[in-house]
Structure formats: C-alpha cells, structure tokens
C-alpha cells in the first residue's frame, strides 16, 4: 500500500502500528475542534424552545430552514396525499422493509417474567409499553424515510401508544414526501415540520403545539445527537446517535470495487461520517484510494464524500486479524463490515459494534434499508455501552413483589438485622411487624 497516494484522500493513512499517539487517540475519540461550539449553539436553543415554546420553532424555521410555517404540524391530508402520490416501486419497497423491520422486532418481544425466591416470595417484571414515545428523522441534505420506519415500527410492535414525528421543512413548508408517506405507512399518530435541535426540545419539554414525550428516538446530525445528550436528564433518549460511521475489515481476498463502494455509501451521509477501512495485511488492497476517487466522480454527492473522507476517512493496515479485531473493539463502530474470508469465525470475538455486517455480500446498504434489522445505532464509540434501537427501548419496566404472610414471618428477622446494620429502625420495626406467627 503506497500510503503517499493513499493520503492524498484520507486523513490517516498508516499500518496500525505506526500510527502517532496522537492520530489514534483522535480517532479512537472522534474530537473535532467544533465540538464546544456545537454544544454551546445546540444549549442556547433547548432553552430559547424551552422559554419561548413554538414562537421558537417557528422564528427558527424561518432562520435555519429558511421556511417561514404556516403550521408547525403536518394534516392527515397531506400525509394522506404524499402516501397516495409516491412512486409505487419506492412504496412498495418501503412496505416491504416495514414487513421486515416488523418480523424483527416482533421475534424477542419483552415479556413478563416472575420467580419464586423462596417459598411464598414472588418477584416479578412486568414490561409497560411507553404512552408517547417522539421520533426524529434528520432530512437536511437527504430525506430520511427509512429512519422513520427504524423507530416507528419498533414503538408499535412495542405497543406504544402515541408516536409523533419530527422531520425538517422543506421549501414548501413540509417534511419530504417520502417521509411523510413512510409516517402513513409506520402509523405514526402526529407528524411536525421541525428539525435540528429544536425539534428535540420541543418533544422533551413540550410546547404550545407538540406534546412532552416520554421518550426521544432518532438519528441526527452532531447538534441532533448534542441536544439529545441535554434533555436526557428530564426525557429517556435511545442513545446520542450522531453522524454514520464505517469501519471494513478486509483482506487480500476482498474484492476492491465492492469496499469503495461501501466506503462511498456511508460517507455521503454526512461531511462528519466517519469510514475506516483495515486492511489485514500491507499490500492488500493497494489501490482503493484510487477506486473510491472513480466513485466519487460518479456521485452526485462528491463533495459530501470527499469532505468525509479528508476530515475523517482513515486507511490502515493489520499485520493481523487479532490487531484489527482488537482496535475494532476499541474503536465501537457504529456499523461492522467483515468483507474478509472465514468472517463467521470472526464474528464471536467481536464484542462492540452497533451492527455486524458478515462477508461483503451483507452491504451495509442493505441494513440501512430493507434487511428488518435496525439502522438507528450507536456512534462515537458509544457501542461499548449501548445498542441499537429495538422493543425494548419503548417499555419500562415494573418490578412487583408478592409475598405470604408465612413467608414474611420468615424474612423478618434478616431483613431487620440488615436494617440496623445500615442504622435504620425504622426499617427494622416495619420488618418485625410480620415476626410473630
């Protein structure tokens, strides 16, 4: 791999080994020099919609989206009306992941379970679907019908009882059609034409129009995934999901054509998409800059990719497939392509990823679309910790205890001793109640 030429379009270009300290550090955190600025913008709009409610979003449809509203929400009819209006092979493919993303969610739906501790002590967990979950679904440089499916249908197979939607307004005073036919299609109840981070607050906190959701869904840009971060101390969220990420492992056997191609899908997302590609091995792949400069002359979104690629694009090399896995780990990809041979036996040491894409015929294009598994996933390395969107991100849990009075008898002595031994009679009193037969 000539590293000269490969850096002519990536940011880092470099075997693993020999990667600064600093370079991996940056990538292993994503730290951008904006990042302050973006969570001072991002809080001084959660609180001018927190203060000013849909004067707000209105003053700032008008400032950010350059569309002065009539309405912050979207009719039945128009929603009715841009469903009846779409091409019918973008619909029918819309229907069918739908049926997909359904079939999936539906396959480990939360449930009841209770236990018998001891004798007469019943402990149980009890899944309470959420009332009002709001989803956003980002449409700045793309519309993002897809996204509005990923949210929508889980919270329905959930039984969730009202979903309402956030998605930008185009020049016409409306979120894109595709969207709005995708809300009809995932039954979503109330659609809104606000965006950015706005939209956020306005479903956190509730305002003249929009009702406070009891939980905030949905991918988004980093002032998206920043206000997300903000009201998560008075709302629940999925998890800050900010701009798409990439990470491909391959090797010598992977075929060229088939990782730019991928590298050019995720990275047309978004200037701040982020794509890694490792390869196992320091001649394998020579030339896939190249390759991926041929697709970019083909896209209509060059200049989003080439930007990607310079601020965040990165081209190593493993001398080992056990080196790659192991910053792979450290790294908690959003999505996980394994475009290598004997991928199925690589998949059980692969611990943080959003999703895990097997061999290169399993294009993350696919999982972004139509394949029924989740695309609303961690980013920013925050797979350690969290996973992708699904059923159980629309239920809280009740917990209940059942207990006999035979059995309480029995428990009272040690749930007093434990009682006095942390300094509270009170708690010990209450348990003694139950000690006599």
Not at 324 to 346: C, D, M, R
Request: hydrophobic share 45%; aromatic share 4%; with cysteine.
């Amino acid at each position: 791999m000539s590293v000269a030429a490969e850096k002519s379009l990536f940011r880092y270009a470099a075997a693993l080994s020999d990667l600064s300290d600093r370079d991996r550090d940056s990538l292993l955190q994503r730290t951008k020099e904006s990042d302050s600025a973006v969570r001072e913008r991002t809080a001084s709009i959660v609180l001018r919609v927190r203060r000013d409610g849909d004067r707000a979003l209105f003053e700032m449809s008008r400032e950010y989206d350059g569309v002065g509203l009539e309405s912050l929400e979207v009719s039945g009819d128009i929603r009715r009306r841009a469903l009846a209006s779409l091409d019918p092979r973008v619909r029918t493919a819309l229907e069918r992941a739908a049926r997909n993303i359904a079939a999936v969610h539906s396959a480990s739906p939360p449930q009841l379970v209770e236990i018998e501790t001891e004798p007469g002590v019943i402990v149980g967990r009890r899944p309470d679907p959420l009332q009002r979950v709001g989803i956003y679904a980002p449409g700045g440089r793309a519309a993002y019908a897809s996204s509005v499916l990923m949210a929508a249908v889980p919270a329905r197979v959930a039984g969730v009882s009202d979903v309402i939607l956030c998605s930008p307004p185009q020049a016409d005073g409306y979120p894109a059609p595709v969207v709005l036919a995708a809300c009809e299609i995932a039954g979503v109840d109330r659609v809104f034409a606000v965006g950015g981070a706005g939209a956020i607050a306005a479903m956190a906190y509730g305002t003249e129009t929009i009702t406070r959701v009891d939980r905030v869904v949905g991918p988004g840009n980093a002032y998206v995934a920043e206000a997300k971060v903000l009201v998560s101390r008075d709302v629940g969220i999925d998890s800050p999901a900010g701009p798409s990420e990439l990470m491909i492992l391959c090797d010598e056997g992977s075929d060229v054509e088939t990782i730019a191609r991928e590298v050019v899908a995720q990275a047309e997302h978004d200037i701040d998409a982020c794509v890694v590609v490792i390869s196992i091995g320091r001649d394998a792949l020579t030339g896939l800059s190249d390759t991926v400069a041929g697709e970019i002359v083909r896209s209509s979104r060059a200049e989003i990719v080439r930007t990607a690629l310079e601020q965040n694009g990165a081209i190593l090399s493993a001398d080992s497939v056990s080196e790659a896995v192991s910053f792979a780990t450290e790294f908690a990809p959003e999505h996980l392509l394994l475009a290598v041979s004997g991928a199925e036996s690589i998949l059980p040491q692969i611990r943080n990823a959003g999703s895990v894409f097997i061999g290169e015929e399993s294009s993350v294009v696919f999982g972004d679309y139509i394949t029924g598994g989740n695309h609303v996933l961690p980013t920013g390395g925050l797979a350690r910790s969290y996973s992708g969107l699904g059923p159980l991100d629309f239920v809280r849990w009740t917990y209940y205890q059942r207990v006999s009075r035979d059995a309480a008898r029995r428990l009272s002595t040690d749930a007093a001793i434990l009682a006095e031994a942390e300094g509270l009679p009170g708690h010990a009193r209450a348990a003694l109640r139950w000690s006599a037969p």
